[in-house]
């Protein structure tokens, strides 16, 4: 307490210190203003009207430039007034897409420097994509010739250097301003659309460079649905002010600020608009607009760097970042620096639709206040000067829209200019980063990447491609078998060759990463390694013989094979690939009676795996064959048609209802969940964590209530928003006339105060008592075990573990239980810090029964002689080593007192043993989590609980995690199906995993 109270006073002190040394700073820059530099200003005549409000909306002439602190009129082309209404950077006023859209309309039609596009796919909620492209007059009418140019670069195989120097002398530099993909961050919206005015109509040697020798390309809203959403919150709070207001809850359809984490996945439209329009225009920068942190950082970061980009892009990075910081503190604008924000590691930012094709990707984070009202603010860290910001931001400040618009305006026509005064350069090196991805496969390697014909879950692997595909990426395939030093390949395996442009986007989402946990604390992920993530096999292969194998160039896209077998009449078997179409295949056919395997069988000489689909001719309709081979042809499944339906014991697989369970806290990560189960066909009733505390009958609606990741503690799910008493108006987020794009919202509450509640967890209880099945996700294992609903599991905390959005290697504990089905021995998963959770022995009770871990190997070591290898025991000195007195045989009088089998938790999938903990990523302290549960199966009543520690859904990279996810679903009510009985005090593990366990 005392602690916290000597900070509160000393930092209070340290900011009034501050305070009056920032006043002094602001008399001397303004009575001192540089001078700033020559020959910028314009002589046309100026729109006097709007330049007084540019003038008078900054809160101090430090923040204000002369590129930006005026604007020329014109007596054809609209000012964003002339159209809106109001000058940009107003206080009060933010733009909605249709009128941000009106104005580049308008602008278009009056000016033959602007031109509008469309981007090819709409948004999740129907809305269009703009692309603007300005330009001198004479470039627009040749823009085809210029994206000729520039697709010509991007692939020197068709080129010399003759030919290529001539293209770069001919061409223009693409600059590519993408505004606000994060909706929140209001001022690039308004902020571009005065850019596009002053880049079309301005006559200064600044704008005229610019304009003569860069292609300037702005997509105006990128989260085109969360800046409507945006808009309308913020009018709300404007209208609501001295009330609670929510936040945005929902941006796009399925996530928020994730929007900007989707680069190697490509789930949402605006992902794959802005890859598409990159392949179309190959753009020689992609500059993302962020709001943040002050007053401007312009990105390199702090590192590591992503090992797979050319080093070349790294120093374009900073020569940008560093000219724009020189030009901007040159005229006396504080704040602007780069380093260290962000460390520059993980390709799953949009921007890498630039970054990792051998362009320039590139951010701001400006300071916003996160609407269009003028504001004191207060810097804290980044006001401290440092080796990378010697002239930091202000600690106190006034803050206006128009100071945003002001820094992000001013400092991208600086690095518009620059490009446009070396565009010879930058089309240079963009050439030469594109050979030298071209060369990659003989000089640093690997040669190739082969995903194996042999593969057997070609749909996955179909899927895999078709992503590589969409990021540019060319896939031949073999046309006979071939043997290299890396491996045999059959006839028809998959080849992604790394002597093609796009070389090293392919090798980053490939390979596999590795994060020293000493470096700067990641920003992102770690690891992401997609073979594996999606259970797919993908061979690194080294030999560059493979270069010489006659292959073929695929075209669009990789569809697998459906097929059908055999000719009998008594059932169709499809084997249980592990594959998210074979839950498809299930609820595609909801008419038809399926059965599952409990164990693996054969079929003549095939091998078909537990959990394997038994469909009897007997009690389905007669045109059951016909359906079933419709589907499975579309789903690319093979079934065969048998005339004795296989003996094994099977049980039936009915059609749950599912219900996908949000809070009002935050619907991020979720998000990612309604993203599969809606691309994959799978039904469910999307309902908040207050509609279930007011459900006292939950068995009656569901068979599944999967809860959705949250990342917070039970006690603040119960909780919810924080409510303050009755005299507290309710906090609707809700369509009203003030919000009606919150129509569109996947859901909406006339209070988004409390949670989930003590009722709603029991009536989870209830529920799941009476049979249903309760499923949480990474943390929030915590509700039924920190509210009783389960015993026998706990969260344990991690001490040394560092595991930060990390690949790793998972073991399956029990293959007999229905969550393995269609899995081999072992598993990749995503994890990311926590839970671990802990079995207790036999069940019950708090910590382990092994050695302080539940079977972990050395977890919980005493600090002693020795090694952690478990040959070289610890021995405590002066009596009989323990590993040397006998085992005493169980004692059935002891055993009667444990609680039954059946009602023990099972662990279904268990982390990896240490030393093959870490497939990708970070990974410190795996001894914490290594023979910990990753998926446990907890019964309760008459349902279950299954807990997963690894997220098996995650920013659409996790497709090989998928089918835990839908095993536990579909098998929902026969789960206990394969559970072994009466193993003793361990924990119900099937024997495979101590086998794996004790080599
Ligand atoms: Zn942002």
Request: hydrophobic share 35%; glycine share 8%; aromatic share 10%.
């Amino acid at each position: 307490m005392n602690r916290f109270i000597l900070a509160a006073i000393l930092s209070l002190a340290l900011c009034v210190a501050a305070s009056a040394q920032a006043q002094k700073t602001k008399t001397n820059q303004n009575s001192t203003k540089p001078s700033q530099p020559a020959a910028a200003k314009s002589t046309q005549p100026m729109d006097t009207e709007y330049t007084d409000s540019i003038i008078k909306n900054t809160t101090d002439k430090m923040f204000l430039t002369e590129l930006v602190d005026h604007l020329p009129a014109s007596a054809t082309v609209p000012s964003p007034a002339k159209i809106l209404g109001y000058p940009i950077g107003t206080p009060g006023k933010l733009t909605y897409t249709a009128d941000i859209y009106r104005y580049f309309e308008a602008l278009a039609k009056a000016s033959p420097r602007v031109k509008i596009f469309y981007a090819p796919e709409k948004s999740e909620e129907g809305r269009q994509q703009m692309l603007i492209v300005v330009s001198d007059e004479a470039n627009i009418a040749k823009l085809s010739r210029y994206k000729e140019i520039t697709a010509k670069l991007a692939d020197p195989r068709t080129l010399n250097d003759d030919a290529a120097k001539q293209l770069i002398s001919e061409g223009k530099a693409f600059y590519w301003a993408s505004g606000s993909i994060h909706s929140p961050e209001t001022g690039s919206c308004e902020m571009l659309m005065e850019l596009a005015y002053r880049l079309a109509v301005e006559d200064s040697p600044t704008i005229n460079a610019i304009r003569q020798n860069d292609i300037v390309m702005i997509t105006p809203a990128l989260e085109v649905d969360g800046h409507d959403a945006m808009v309308d919150l913020y009018n709300y709070r404007s209208a609501n002010k001295g009330k609670r207001a929510p936040g945005l809850i929902y941006w796009g359809k399925y996530v928020a600020h994730d929007n900007n984490r989707d680069g190697l996945g490509m789930a949402l439209a605006l992902s794959r608009n802005q890859m598409a329009t990159f392949l179309e225009y190959h753009p020689t920068i992609l500059h993302d607009l962020h709001e943040s942190v002050p007053f401007l950082y312009t990105s390199t970061g702090t590192g590591p760097y992503n090992a797979w980009l050319d080093p070349i892009v790294v120093d374009e990075w900073q020569t940008l970042a560093y000219y724009e910081i020189e030009e901007m503190t040159k005229r006396g604008v504080p704040g602007v620096w780069t380093h260290g924000f962000y460390d520059g590691w993980a390709p799953n930012y949009m921007f890498y639709v630039a970054n990792g094709h051998n362009s320039i990707g590139r951010f701001y984070e400006t300071f916003g206040n996160g609407g269009a009202d003028t504001q004191d603010r207060v810097v804290r860290a980044e006001s401290n000067r440092d080796w990378f910001r010697p002239n930091p931001p202000l600690p106190r400040v006034k803050w206006s829209i128009r100071n945003n618009i002001n820094m992000q305006e001013s400092a991208i026509l600086l690095a518009m200019n620059y490009v446009a005064n070396n565009k010879d350069k930058y089309l240079s090196n963009f050439y030469l980063k594109s050979e030298r991805s071209v060369a990659k496969a003989k000089t640093e390697g690997p040669a190739a990447y082969v995903l194996p014909s042999s593969e057997t879950r070609p749909v996955e692997q179909a899927e895999l491609l078709n992503l590589l595909k969409l990021q540019g990426v060319e896939v031949q395939r073999l046309n006979k078998d071939i043997e290299t030093k890396d491996g045999k390949f059959g006839a028809g395996s998959y080849v992604v060759r790394m002597d093609q442009p796009y070389s090293r986007m392919a090798d980053m989402l490939l390979d596999t990463q590795y994060y020293n946990v000493n470096d700067p604390r990641p920003y992102d992920d770690t690891g992401w390694t997609l073979g594996p993530l999606h259970n797919v096999k993908t061979v690194r292969v080294k030999d560059i013989a493979i270069l010489d194998a006659p292959m073929t160039l695929t075209n669009g896209n990789i569809t697998p094979q459906g097929k059908t077998e055999g000719q009998g009449m008594a059932g169709i078997v499809v084997n249980h690939t592990g594959e998210s179409a074979i839950a498809q295949l299930r609820f595609r056919l909801p008419d038809v009676k399926f059965t599952a395997a409990e164990a693996p069988f054969k079929i003549g000489d095939k091998n078909f795996n537990a959990g394997s689909y038994i469909i009897r001719a007997e009690g389905n309709s007669s045109d059951v064959w016909d359906k079933v081979k419709r589907e499975v042809f579309a789903l690319g499944l093979t079934a065969t048609a048998v005339d004795k339906v296989p003996d094994v014991a099977t049980h039936a697989i009915s059609v749950p209802r599912i219900a996908l369970v949000h809070t009002w806290i935050n619907t991020q990560d979720e998000g990612w969940y309604r993203v599969e189960l809606d691309r994959l066909g799978i039904p469910y009733t999307y309902i908040s964590d207050q509609s279930i505390g007011k459900m006292t009958n939950l068995r009656d609606k569901f068979d599944v209530i999967i809860f959705g990741p949250v990342r917070t503690s039970a006690q603040n799910i119960v909780r919810g928003n924080a409510s303050y008493g009755d005299k507290e108006a309710p906090i609707p987020w809700k369509k009203s006339d003030l919000t009606p794009n919150f129509a569109m919202a996947p859901d909406q509450t006339d209070d988004i105060r409390g949670g989930l509640g003590l009722r709603g967890i029991a009536n989870i209880k209830d529920f799941v008592d009476a049979g249903g099945l309760f499923i949480t996700v990474a943390d929030n294992a915590s509700l039924p075990i920190d509210f009783a609903i389960t015993s026998g599991v706990t969260v344990q905390d991690a001490k040394q573990l560092q595991a930060r959005g990390s690949v790793l290697n998972t073991v399956f504990a029990d293959r007999r239980s229905p969550i393995a089905y269609g899995y081999d021995d072992k598993l990749t998963v995503y994890f990311n810090q926590s839970p671990i959770l802990n079995v207790a022995a036999g069940g019950f009770g708090g910590g382990g029964g092994f050695g302080g871990g539940d079977n972990a190997g050395n977890t919980g070591r005493p600090s002693g002689r020795g090694t952690t290898a478990a040959d070289d025991p610890d021995i405590p000195q002066g009596r009989t080593p323990d590993y040397l007195i006998p085992p005493t045989p169980p004692d059935p009088a002891a055993a009667a007192l444990q609680p039954p089998p059946e009602t023990r938790p099972r662990i279904v999938l268990r982390f990896a043993p240490e030393k093959e903990l870490l497939a990708s990523g970070m990974l410190a302290g795996g001894s914490e989590l290594a023979g910990k549960p990753a998926v446990v199966d907890v019964p309760v009543g008459k349902g279950h609980v299954v807990m997963f520690a690894n997220n098996p859904i995650w920013r659409h990279e996790t497709h090989g995690s998928f089918s835990l996810l839908w095993n536990a679903i579909l098998n929902y009510d026969n789960l206990n199906a394969g559970r072994s009985t009466g193993r003793g005090n361990r924990p119900d593990a099937g024997e495979e995993f101590y086998e794996q366990m004790d080599h």
